[in-house]
């Protein structure tokens, strides 16, 4: 079966036209509260049905795969009070990071991670170098994340962590962001206990990321889908493009529903796969309860 066609069905990642890029500031908007602590605002800017996101703690907010109308963005962070501290980048496509595509260098080039700038920027490292590419910033303006980082891009005292899981196959330095509280007792009955997943183009609601793009590969794909699969069912699934039938999901539901997902575990059964980082796996109080709720988005 072929992938979703991730970057427009099948359109490079800056074959953008003038009449797209006037048309970024079209906005929708929807949010999830899952704790005083813990806001995602997920938006969509764009003609190639990209999410954007907001993941709002207290007053402060950081961006997930910031592009198309960075002004739209940050006027959306205004008008509801909140401080717009830095961007989190799932890949380097340019229809997530903004810039200009390899090889369509003649094309306008898209808003995105240049304007955050001076704020800092997180990307996987696989992918660091192609994002400072087709941004034309330094590589040295971003921070290149890991498998297993966890970092705290609202500050150290911040009530919230991201973990960084590795999922190539879509890119070669492609990841997913694990959101979750710091404190496991803050939320542990909620519909966000298990945490929250940006999974840019690696998983999107009954889809999957195409590989047919410089740097994809089908095997790694199904192989980090199989590695996804290990988290806890309620885990809410945030995609980078509104490819399915809702804007976000579960990994319940994409078990269920995705065949991609159902490929991916016949093809490299979970037992075969790398484990997921350890400050990935599921806290025993979350999973606990979550045995015990009625799953809601």
């Known amino acids: 079966a072929a992938f979703a066609g991730a970057l427009g069905g099948g359109r490079p990642a800056c074959a953008v036209t003038a009449l797209e890029r006037s048309m970024a500031?079209?906005?929708?908007?929807?949010?999830?509260?899952?704790?005083?602590?813990?806001?995602?605002h997920q938006l969509s800017f764009g003609m190639m049905s990209n999410f954007q996101?907001?993941?709002?703690?207290?007053?402060?907010?950081?961006?997930?795969?910031?592009?198309?109308?960075?002004?739209g963005l940050k006027s959306f962070a205004e008008k509801r009070g909140l401080t717009l501290v830095g961007g989190l980048y799932t890949h380097r496509h340019a229809d997530h990071v903004g810039g200009r595509h390899t090889g369509m260098e003649s094309l306008p080039a898209l808003p995105g991670a240049a304007d955050l700038r001076p704020l800092p920027l997180w990307i996987g490292a696989g992918d660091l170098e192609g994002a400072a590419e087709a941004c034309q910033l330094p590589p040295s303006a971003w921070t290149a994340l890991a498998e297993g980082d966890t970092v705290r891009p609202l500050g150290d005292g911040s009530a919230l962590e991201v973990v960084v899981v590795?999922?190539?196959?879509?890119?070669?330095?492609?990841?997913?962001?694990?959101?979750?509280e710091v404190d496991p007792d803050k939320g542990a009955d909620g519909k966000c206990a298990d945490g929250v997943l940006f999974t840019g183009d690696t998983l999107f609601a009954e889809a999957a990321g195409r590989t047919d793009l410089p740097g994809g590969s089908e095997d790694q794909l199904l192989r980090s889908l199989s590695r996804l699969s290990k988290l806890p069912g309620r885990t809410i699934v945030f995609p980078g493009h509104s490819y399915g039938p809702r804007p976000r999901t579960t990994l319940r539901?994409?078990?269920?529903?995705?065949?991609?997902?159902?490929?991916?575990?016949?093809?490299?059964?979970?037992?075969?796969?790398?484990?997921?980082?350890?400050?990935?796996?599921?806290r025993a109080d979350s999973a606990a309860a979550a045995g015990a709720r009625t799953e809601e988005l």
């Not at 500031?25 to 995602?40: F, G, I, P, R």
């Not at 207290?58 to 795969?65: W, Y």
């Open 166 to 180: 590795d999922t190539p196959g879509h890119t070669e330095g492609g990841v997913s962001l694990l959101v979750r």
């Open 253 to 282: 539901k994409e078990l269920k529903a995705n065949s991609f997902m159902k490929r991916a575990r016949q093809r490299f059964p979970p037992s075969s796969v790398p484990d997921l980082p350890a400050a990935a796996l599921p």
């Open 25 to 40: 500031a079209s906005e929708s908007v929807n949010t999830l509260s899952c704790s005083q602590d813990l806001v995602v």
């Open 53 to 71: 996101y907001l993941i709002q703690s207290g007053r402060q907010a950081v961006a997930v795969d910031a592009a198309w109308d960075i002004e």
